[in-house]
């Protein structure tokens, strides 16, 4: 018997799905490697994650990413959680193992640290604003309080969430919860070595979670949205370091390449094609 190998399948799901880079990246990493794979995209309502992650049970797939509105709720539908996911209490990779049961591990705490890391941006002894309380606040929380961060003030629109967020990762007096507003902050700013963007504000040409100017000298600017935004484009404009969200994108996608297919992921050719592909779109904004 001939026959071609029928290939494999690999996914994002999420709803909606939006300016996902991912399926440019992992299938440059998938046929740099000559893995017999498809990186698709996987628009999947609430309404339809718990067949779509039956699914992934198929020998057809390594798994899948997972991303808005379904990190939490994905947890219910799999078989083992990894620590991280324990801690973070989300997950943002399914990995398909070989007798067809799933697990659910976290790759954007690697991801924001190495990219942290890699940039040289100040963490240890450091006081850090983290901007935002959602999903990806919470991996930076955590990452950054491992890392020895001196003081941690998390700054939210809805204060409440913030503070749940400080609770519910046992951070105590080692963070602080405050409005995301200029007279709340501004009186803090002086004392801040590192800002981290971790809100969903960045997407849109002049739009900043916070007025540039309380950026004090000195300080770093992180923002996970990968572009330039007017955050980071003020902050660069005065000689700040900063650093935008691309190489966490791909450092988190690349750890999950490796949960799925066990090689090591061709690093430098998924950055490549990431940031081709953003400078692409931004051409045409
Ligand atoms: P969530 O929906 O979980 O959280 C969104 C956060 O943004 C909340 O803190 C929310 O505040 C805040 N926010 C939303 N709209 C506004 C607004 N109009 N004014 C002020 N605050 C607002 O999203 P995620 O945490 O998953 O993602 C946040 C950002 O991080 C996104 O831009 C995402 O693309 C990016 N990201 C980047 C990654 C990377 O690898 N570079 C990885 C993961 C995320 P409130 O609680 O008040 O609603």
Redesign the pocket.
Known sequence: MSGAVSPRRVGLLGYPLGHSLSPIFQQAALDALGIAARYELWPTPPEELPAAVARLRQPDTFGANVT?PHKEAVLALVDERTPAVQRLGAANTLIRLPDGRLRADNT?LD?FRRALTEAGLPARNARILVL??????RAVLVALADAGARHLTVA???LD?AARLIDDLGLGDRATAEP?SAAALEPIMGTIDLIVN??????HDNET?IEPALIPDGAAVYD???RSTALLQSARQRGLATLD?LT??VY?GARSFELWTGQAPPLAIMLAAARAALAERERGR
Do not use: E, F, H, K
């Open positions: 808005v954007d991801g935002g309380a959602g999903g990806a606040a939210n629109r809805n969430r995301l971790a809100t969903s504000i960045g997407w979670p996970l949205t990968y969200g966490m994108l988190q």
